[in-house]
């Protein structure tokens, strides 16, 4: 294996990324954000040595596998990188248990919001927390609870996401918290776009739909492919049919999975309604769908029926790339980005 050399932000860059530089302990303040079946040790501790910033995803999976999967992570780099746990999966305490007691360095919190117990604890491991926060309120929560910084996902994601667009989370959220480190997702491909973000006060910018396309991303051939085809506004996002059954929506390339999706969450309000499905289970149904069909398309490459989860810069991307040569032009971009920045300010 060639060890590759780390991509360097320029000195004018490192001023506007100081912050994310420091809190990830990373060269560059831009995560790959955990992706479920794709976000495995190889991808994430190249990020990571490459000077940005991997994320591992717990997901769904049994713990002896994550915790195989940590240490997979640690022995392919000496750099820190993140697990990401999912609040609502059936094996989350166990998860978190294995990052904390494997000192991974940093710990994400996702899906719904963790107790103040449980940041308690990934903090007394020695980790540095990262939580989301989808509004002031929530924002206000994590901090309260212990949370060392926010991750902001505006509904341009890929994946799961929320209600509120990037564009009104950077003034709710970032705008009004300038003391926490503060990490923008959600429809970002550029590097001039992160420099910009860095600009208005963001300490880094987490993606997961541009790192897809790396040359090195183990996503199927035909998952990239339809990647590199898709137009913006074909991710869409998954509608909820009733608040009998609340549905955390989901963004993803149209196609026969997203229609099959409806037709489930009819059949379980049915069975719902006769009785024949308790509420805790029709969930459980509906985040199984998702697993399992994300896994159909991403890794068995079935692209009709399996999930495409992808977000709206699924638009922007043409090319498969390297990881590296991804990594550089996001700086080359983010430095143009600030150099025009600069020159715009010149002339006030
Ligand atoms: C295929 C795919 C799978 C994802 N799986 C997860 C996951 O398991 N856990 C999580 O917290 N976020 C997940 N995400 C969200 C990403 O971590 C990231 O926050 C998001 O992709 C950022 O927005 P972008 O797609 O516009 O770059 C997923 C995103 C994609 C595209």
């Known amino acids: 294996m060639t060890v590759q050399t780390p991509v360097k932000a320029t000195e004018r860059l490192n001023k506007v990324w100081a912050r994310g530089k420091d ?4 060269e560059l303040p831009i995560m790959c954000g955990a992706m479920t079946w794709i976000s495995d040790p190889p991808l994430v501790s190249l990020m990571s040595n490459l000077g940005a910033f991997g994320v591992l995803a717990a997901g769904n999976m049994p713990p002896d596998l994550f915790a195989e999967q940590v240490d997979k992570t640690n022995d392919l780099t000496s750099k820190p990188f993140a697990g990401n746990v999912i609040t609502i999966a059936p094996n989350y ?17 996702a899906g719904s919001l963790p107790r103040g117990a449980e940041i308690k604890k990934a903090k007394a491991s020695g980790a540095k927390v990262l939580a989301f926060a989808s509004t002031t309120s929530i924002a206000k929560r994590m901090i309260s609870n212990g949370a060392d910084a926010l991750i902001l996902e505006g509904s341009e994601a890929g994946g799961h996401i929320g209600h509120v667009s990037t564009m009104v989370l950077l003034q709710e959220i970032l705008f009004n918290f300038p003391d926490v480190p503060i990490f923008v997702a959600g429809g970002i491909a550029t590097g001039r776009m992160i420099a910009h973000l860095g600009l208005m006060g963001a300490a880094g910018a987490q993606m997961g739909t541009r790192f897809v396309v790396a040359e090195e991303c183990g996503a199927h051939e035909k998952f990239k492919d339809v990647f590199m085809k898709a137009r913006a506004r074909e991710a869409i996002s998954t509608p909820q049919y009733s608040t009998k059954l609340p549905v955390v929506s989901v963004r993803a390339l149209n196609n026969h999975a997203m229609s099959h999706f409806g ?15 308790n509420r805790a289970d029709a969930q459980y149904k509906v985040e199984e769908y998702w697993i399992g069909s994300l896994r159909n398309a991403a890794v068995e490459g079935d692209v009709e029926h399996g999930s495409l989860m992808a977000g709206q810069s699924v638009g922007i991307l043409d090319k498969v790339q390297p990881l590296r040569d991804i990594l550089q032009d996001l700086v080359d971009e983010a430095d143009q980005g600030l150099g025009q920045a600069i020159e715009l300010m010149q002339g006030i």
């Open 23 to 26: 809190f990830l302990g990373s």
């Open 263 to 277: 037709e489930l969450q009819l059949e379980l309000l049915e069975q719902l309604k006769d009785g024949s499905l």
């Open 93 to 109: 305490q166990d998860h978190l248990d294995i990052l904390c007691a494997k000192k991974v360095s940093h710990i994400v919190f």
